[in-house]
């Protein structure tokens, strides 16, 4: 491991040379040029006969007899001195003619009238530049790399007072097993002598991990607010993009600084950034390598018991270093996960206090129909339920804007003045439809809660909002494959009702193949190759990613398996919906008019007499 040597002193940026350049600059110019003219009394030369005058009347005070010039000054009535000079004249009464006014002659005239004036312009003023510059570089440096006047080191982390921006745990709705996993910590930083009287050593770095957006950052702060300790955060990205060449400097400022401050918490956010696995892949980084060991040195360098507690947040555990969770590192891993249900509802709850809500919300319809969004997309379509409100002039959001702005969420802002011709929009109305009802005929499936065909910003011509009735962590063969079916009843319908199909099945299909995929190659549900793992998930936060890990030629098996699950599946949905074709149509035909149909006009539509007599 490479031990960065501490006693280096990283080099000044460039700008000082430049300020000091200038500062060179303005000395010699004060010296050389401006002071010589503003000292050097102003000589005028006149005529021997207007020196003759002079002294007559009394006015010449001093004279200065030089080899072929006679200098001379006079004082007017205020006393204000004058200095001439003329030209030399062999004259022997001159010496009488002084003595007669008595003018003080043979004397050297001052050329610098007051000596200490000139010691002040010619170092003072140079002094106080130098000075002022050396301040405003301090300030600069200060402000960009913390306090300290001219340290050059670069320091990291901004503070923040406890106050202020305090967030507690009552701010970060569900969550209970992450906010459990925390409270030893939170207990730890308001009685550290209570761990210390046992000798019991408190973890020195948690990770925090989940997906983006599930409140790691609010629930670092809310430690800090619940234990009323200061909170530093910074972002792993800062460490290398800010000052580059400068990241290990930063690790070490951001640790000095958290330890004067001590008991407090260190947040890195994204610390994947620069904890990624050392020898990952041939383009290493210097630099991002060099600020990781710095701060493995520096979480060692501490005691268990200074009171500096490092919170991190990732994604992507899995390229983390095995150095950065060794024990006495990052030893503990509390997941932040998606929330669930009553997860969503309390997320709902904990921001509509923020606003002004209508008195009757369903909190428990907005979640179900939420299903998988993050805390920070409910935070943001609580918001745009509110600007949607302003908008139509209402004084409180109701649960109209909520739903609406679910939405827009998740499926973009409406297009207003993007029409669909009719004939688009007649497909798209068959092609939603025909998602609806085959979900409805498979017992199991969710119903839907509102359909619209209206073109979003986003791309999509319709949206289907579904809300499930409970939320399951498990799924069976049958539900992933009745899912498989609802995805692909939209092409379905396309095909039986205009013997043509579009485009617009696209995100369906990518959707069906990404089912039948896992259905195959992680879940063990195909025949053929049973409980064989095929694929490892590499990302399990972001999207999840997964590599095949199998031969080229059972990966060709694979794709004719899910070839066929998707081929089954797509049948099922063509033979529900001939089955149902009379309904078919005439909810279609209900859509297409109103744009809009709720879950509760539909299944009153479907559950009706027969229109159509298919
Ligand atoms: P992360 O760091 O995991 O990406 P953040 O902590 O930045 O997520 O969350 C972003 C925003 O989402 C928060 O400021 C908060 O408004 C909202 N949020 C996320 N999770 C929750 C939660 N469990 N309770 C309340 N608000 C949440
Ligand atoms: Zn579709």
Redesign the pocket.
């Known amino acids: 491991m490479i031990k960065q040597d501490r006693n280096r002193k990283p080099k000044p940026p460039k700008p000082i040379l430049f300020y000091y350049g200038i500062a060179f600059l303005v000395v010699l110019l004060l010296n050389w040029i401006i002071f010589p003219y503003l000292m050097k009394p102003k000589v005028e030369e006149v005529s021997y006969s207007f020196f003759l005058d002079k002294i007559e009347n009394n006015e010449v005070t001093n004279v200065e007899m030089e080899e072929n010039q006679i200098l001379f000054i006079t004082k007017d009535s205020m006393g204000i001195p004058y200095y001439y000079k003329t030209g030399y004249v062999n004259d022997p009464e001159l010496v009488s003619l002084l003595r007669a006014h008595n003018v003080e002659f043979g004397g050297v005239i001052p050329r610098q009238p007051n000596y200490f004036l000139s010691l002040i312009l010619s170092y003072g003023i140079p002094l106080l530049i130098f000075w002022w510059i050396g301040r405003k570089m301090s300030k600069v440096l200060g402000d960009k790399m913390g306090q300290g006047g001219l340290s050059l080191g670069g320091s990291a982390g901004k503070i923040y007072v406890p106050t202020g921006d305090k967030k507690t745990f009552k701010?970060?709705?569900?969550?209970e097993e992450a906010k459990e996993a925390l409270r030893e910590i939170i207990d730890y930083l308001s009685h550290p002598d209570r761990y210390s009287e046992i000798g019991a050593r408190c973890p020195k770095g948690v990770l925090l991990v989940?997906p983006?957006?599930?409140?790691?950052?609010?629930?670092a702060k809310a430690v800090a607010g619940e234990a009323n300790v200061p909170f530093f955060s910074i972002a792993g990205s800062e460490f290398v993009e800010m000052f580059v060449g400068r990241g290990a400097a930063r690790v070490r400022d951001l640790f000095d600084q958290a330890k004067k401050k001590a008991p407090c918490i260190v947040f890195i956010?994204e610390i994947d950034t620069i904890g990624k696995k050392r020898d990952a892949g041939i383009n290493t980084n210097d630099e991002r390598e060099q600020t990781l060991n710095q701060l493995l040195t520096e979480m060692d360098g501490f005691d268990g018991d200074s009171g500096v507690i490092i919170l991190a947040?990732t994604n992507r555990p899995e390229t983390l270093d095995p150095a950065l969770l060794r024990p006495g590192r990052f030893d503990r891993q509390v997941p932040?996960e998606l929330?669930d249900l009553q997860?969503r509802i309390?997320?709902f709850k904990?921001?509509a206090k923020n606003y002004k809500m209508d008195t009757h919300i369903d909190y428990h319809l907005l979640a179900r129909a939420t299903a998988g969004a993050?805390?920070?997309e409910?935070?943001n379509i609580v918001n745009e339920a509110s600007l949607r409100a302003v908008r139509m002039g209402r004084t409180s959001v109701s649960q109209e804007d909520l739903e609406e702005s679910i939405e827009v969420v998740i499926a973009g802002h409406q297009k207003k003045n993007a029409i669909l011709s009719p004939e688009e929009k007649k497909i798209v109305a068959y092609h939603e439809i025909g998602h609806a009802l085959v979900a409805a005929k498979q017992t199991k499936s969710a119903p839907i809660h509102k359909i619209t065909i209206i073109p979003r910003t986003s791309g999509a011509l319709g949206y289907t909002m579904q809300v499930e009735e409970t939320e399951k962590s498990l799924m069976t063969k049958t539900d992933a494959f009745n899912k498989m079916v609802t995805f692909c009843g939209g092409r379905a319908a396309e095909e039986i009702i205009f013997g043509e199909i579009t485009t617009g099945a696209a995100n369906d299909i990518e959707r069906v193949t990404k089912i039948a995929r896992a259905m195959v190659t992680r879940f063990g549900m195909s025949d053929t190759f049973g409980m064989m793992a095929l694929e490892t998930n590499t990302n399990m936060y972001l999207g999840g990613d997964s590599t095949l890990i199998c031969s080229s030629k059972t990966s060709e098996l694979v794709d004719r398996e899910v070839q066929n699950l998707i081929q089954a599946a797509y049948q099922k949905a063509k033979q529900l919906l001939m089955e149902n074709k009379g309904k078919l149509h005439e909810l279609a035909e209900f859509l297409y008019n109103e744009e809009t149909i709720t879950g509760e006009q539909f299944m009153e539509i479907l559950n009706s007499e027969n229109k159509y007599t298919a």
């Open positions: 701010d970060v709705a569900g969550q989940g983006p957006g599930t409140g790691k950052t609010l629930m956010d947040a932040v929330p997860g309390a997320i904990v921001h993050s805390g920070a409910i935070a």
